[in-house]
Structure formats: structure tokens, C-alpha cells
């Protein structure tokens, strides 16, 4: 096993990194937690701080040398890197401009005398995944290490060009050795570290596999965990929504970065069978009009999915739906060119029993209902073991908060596909995983909030 750069544009093998041995990861774990015990928790919260923030000005300055590998690493067409190199600084520029406020001391007001004081714990171990090979990074690096904590990143094996990135970028901005680690570790390696005393906390972002693992590894160690896993995030499309906009999100949030985005919309459940076909009708069109190429090129708007492996296994999904029943109303095949390039497919017809109703399609395959009632689209999305997010859209926005409420999921979008943000918490329920990324919840997870209690003398 190694960590290896393949173009998915070409399906070629560009570079090759090998794996750490054992006595160099742990090596790299004792720096870790010399580094958290002896200075970095030690500084003040404005001087960490100080660095996340370099951090973002000298990734704004190297912006393009910085988008120019998960457009290499994973295929992500040229604008969504762009865009993710502006999330992620603004992400570092959050947590530098907040970690005083987040951090400060807080009264208890119907405790005289008493306060919480939020601590670092010590070593957080990331497990981080390919789709966003920053901004997945940057949710949990950016606030942990201003909350004084350092982290340990094992990042996907296929965007090492990426992480090695990250990891000059931090070191650039002035952080310490062992502030930050990169690490080119095995699985097994990684379940060596979870058992390691020093290492106090664990956050993945993957599949729901990943997590059972994680999540049982974790537990077993008695350490606090944070998973963000899989989603099949419906949209509901109400009887008032005005179908051009929908329309519009719906591609998008199916379409963007290659659909490989745990809150990318799966499912569409439109209400009422007319605006079904209508909808559909204009799916079609759109789906149909969409440029799939190098995602280099300015002009293309759906790029490979990141893998040959990924490719095939998008491929027997839409085998097995259709051979239970479903029907392929839109693309489903590989494209005739190199690297890993599917179209842009939507299905249909999908009943309880079929094997996609249940499961989550990590790439552009879009899954399409049409219900008679409100009462069934709500209880047509909440049918799933998933609960990432969701999106209701209707020209009623009051409306769309109350059926909002009745969506099973962490987070739920109103007439818009996304809404990004640092000062919002991301994260899910059920079997998406628990706890929470970004925003003052995010800096929270991996904190002790100690209680100081000064005794009344009177």
C-alpha cells in the first residue's frame, strides 16, 4: 500500500509516496504531544490564533497554486476548487478573528462564584477523506488548533500531494513542529494510535464502515469521538415551489464536484404528480445539456468521479436498481473517453425493495420520486437510516421551516442547495454520525470545559 497521485482525468499514475513505518509515526506522536504539553497549549489563545491567520492570507496569496491539486488529485472541476480554497481561508480567518471570544471564560450567572474554563485536551487524530482535501481538514484543524489542541491528519490515500500541502502551509504560517502532522499511515496503524494513551481525541469523516470502526476503536479507548458520515439528503419539492428554481438547485446540488459531496442532494420527492413530470421533464433537458470533461477546462461543469474503483462501483449500483425494477431515465453508462467519467444519470421508479431506495450514490445519480401528498414526501425522506441534510423549497418560507422541522437530519437548506459557511455548524443524526463541525460547536468538541467554583465565604 502506498499513498499514490492517479490523474482521474487520464485514469494515470503521477506520483508515488510509501507509507511510515511504525517507528515513525510513533515518533511523530511523541513530537505531537511534547509539542501540546510543553508549548503549544502554553501560548496565548492570540498567538495561535495569529498563525491560523497566516495560514489564510498565505493560502489567498497562493490561491492558485493551492487549486491546482485536488483538479489534479480527484478530478474537481477548476470553480469548485477555486471555491473551496475561499471557504477554507475563510474558515481560518473565522477561527482567528473568534478564538478569544470562543475561548474566553464563561459566568455561570445563578452560581455566584462559579465559571467554566474551556481547556485543550491534548492530541486530536484526524482521519479526513479525498471529496474536499482541504476544507474537510480545515473544519477540524482551524479550531482545534487555536483551541490549543494539535492534531495528527491521516488523510486519504489518494490526495497525498494535497496533504503534504496543508502541512507546509501551517508550518509556513509559523506553527511548531508537532503542531500539525501530516501522517502517511495504514489502517491498521491508525487503530495503533486510537489505542494510544497520548492520542485524547478522534474525528473522521467517511463512510458509515469507517465510522462502526472508528467509532467501536474509540469508545473501546474511552475517547471522545466525532463522526461525519454518509448522507442520501432528500429535496422536497412543495406544491408552491416555483419549479425553474428548483430546477436550477437541484442540478447543482446533484452535480457539484462530480456529486461526490455527503450533503450533494440524492433524492428528489416532488409533490404532485403533474409537477413531477414537469420537473422531470426539465431534469432531462438540463442533465442532458451538461458538459462532463477535463475538469481543467473553463467550460466543463461535470468531471470524473475520483477512482476507477469508484466508477465501477457507481456502475453496479445503477445495474442492480434497474434490475430491481428501477428505470434509467437519464444516462447510467461510462463515457467513452479516458479516465473515470460517468454520465450524468437520473432514475426512477425506485420501490421500498430496490437496493438504491436504502443506499447512498456517491457521484452524479440523481434518485427521483414523485408522492401525492406533503404527509408522504416528508415520511419518504425521513424512510433512511441517514440524517445529513435535507432541502425543502417552496415560495412559502414559513411553510418550508414547518415541514424544515420534520425533516430527521442535522441540517436542513430552505430554496438553496448549500449555505456554507464557518459561523455554521455542520453535522448529522442517525446513522451520519454525531457531533459537530464548525461555528462555536465545532471549537467546542474537543474541550474540556472545566468548572472553577470558588467557595462563599460569607
Not at 497554486?65 to 472541476?77: D, F, N, Q, S, T
Not at 481547556?119 to 482551524?142: C, K, M, S, T
Not at 450533494?264 to 409537477?275: D, L, S
Not at 426539465?282 to 469508484?310: H, M, N, Y
Request: proline residues 5%; negative net charge; aromatic residues 8%.
Amino acid at each position: 500500500m502506498s499513498f499514490s497521485t492517479i490523474n482521474p482525468t487520464t485514469g494515470e499514475l503521477v506520483r508515488e509516496f510509501p507509507l511510515q513505518t511504525d517507528a515513525e509515526i510513533f515518533e511523530a506522536l511523541s513530537v505531537a504531544d511534547r509539542t501540546y504539553r510543553e508549548d503549544w497549549r502554553l501560548r496565548p489563545v492570540s498567538e495561535r490564533a495569529e498563525i491560523v491567520g497566516r495560514a489564510a492570507k498565505i493560502l489567498r496569496e497562493r490561491h492558485d497554486e493551492y487549486a491546482a491539486l485536488p483538479v489534479l488529485e480527484m478530478g474537481k472541476v477548476q470553480g469548485f476548487s477555486d471555491f473551496e480554497i475561499d471557504l477554507v481561508a475563510d474558515i481560518l480567518e473565522y477561527y482567528a478573528a473568534h478564538g478569544e471570544r470562543l475561548l474566553a471564560e464563561q459566568a455561570l450567572p445563578d452560581e455566584p462564584g462559579a465559571s467554566l474554563v474551556a481547556e485543550p485536551i491534548g492530541v486530536v487524530l484526524a482521519i479526513e477523506p479525498w471529496n474536499f482535501p482541504y476544507y474537510q481538514v480545515a473544519r477540524v484543524a482551524a479550531p482545534q488548533l487555536v483551541a490549543g489542541n494539535v492534531v495528527m491528519i491521516k488523510h486519504a490515500e489518494n490526495v497525498p500531494q494535497s496533504a503534504l500541502a496543508l502541512a507546509r502551509l501551517f508550518e509556513e504560517a509559523g506553527a511548531p513542529r508537532g503542531a500539525y502532522t501530516n501522517l502517511f499511515c495504514s489502517v491498521e496503524q491508525v487503530a495503533t494510535l486510537i489505542d494510544d494513551f497520548r492520542v485524547r481525541g478522534v474525528t473522521l469523516t467517511g463512510s458509515e464502515r469507517a465510522g462502526t470502526s472508528v467509532g467501536a476503536r474509540a469508545g473501546a479507548n474511552l475517547k471522545k469521538v466525532v463522526l461525519e458520515l454518509g448522507g442520501s439528503d432528500p429535496a422536497l419539492i412543495l406544491e408552491g415551489a416555483p419549479l425553474d428554481h428548483a430546477v436550477d438547485q437541484v442540478v447543482m446540488g446533484r452535480t457539484y464536484n462530480s456529486g461526490q459531496g455527503c450533503v450533494n442532494i440524492k433524492r428528489v420527492i416532488v409533490v404532485g404528480q403533474e409537477r413531477g413530470r414537469q420537473m422531470l421533464a426539465a431534469l432531462k433537458e438540463r442533465f442532458a445539456a451538461i458538459v462532463v470533461g477535463d475538469p481543467a477546462d473553463e467550460a466543463t461543469q461535470l468531471g470524473p468521479v475520483v477512482s476507477e474503483r469508484a466508477l465501477q462501483g457507481l456502475l453496479t449500483q445503477i445495474e442492480a436498481a434497474q434490475a430491481g425494477g428501477a428505470t434509467i431515465v437519464h444516462g447510467g453508462h461510462r463515457v467513452d473517453r479516458p479516465g473515470f467519467f460517468l454520465e450524468p444519470t437520473i432514475v426512477t421508479d425506485i420501490a421500498p425493495d430496490n437496493p438504491l431506495y436504502q443506499q447512498e450514490a456517491f457521484g452524479p445519480v440523481l434518485s427521483f420520486y414523485v408522492v401525492d401528498t406533503e404527509e408522504n414526501a416528508i415520511r419518504l425522506a425521513n424512510d433512511t437510516k441517514y440524517g445529513l441534510g435535507g432541502y425543502v423549497f417552496d415560495a412559502d418560507v414559513e411553510h418550508a421551516k414547518a415541514v424544515a422541522a420534520q425533516i430527521e437530519s442535522g441540517m436542513v437548506y430552505i430554496n438553496s442547495c448549500f449555505a456554507d459557511s464557518p459561523r455554521l455548524p455542520f453535522g448529522g443524526v442517525k446513522n451520519s454520525g454525531f457531533g459537530r463541525e464548525l461555528s462555536e460547536l465545532g471549537i467546542g468538541e474537543f474541550l474540556n470545559r472545566k468548572l472553577i467554583r470558588i467557595a462563599n465565604q460569607a
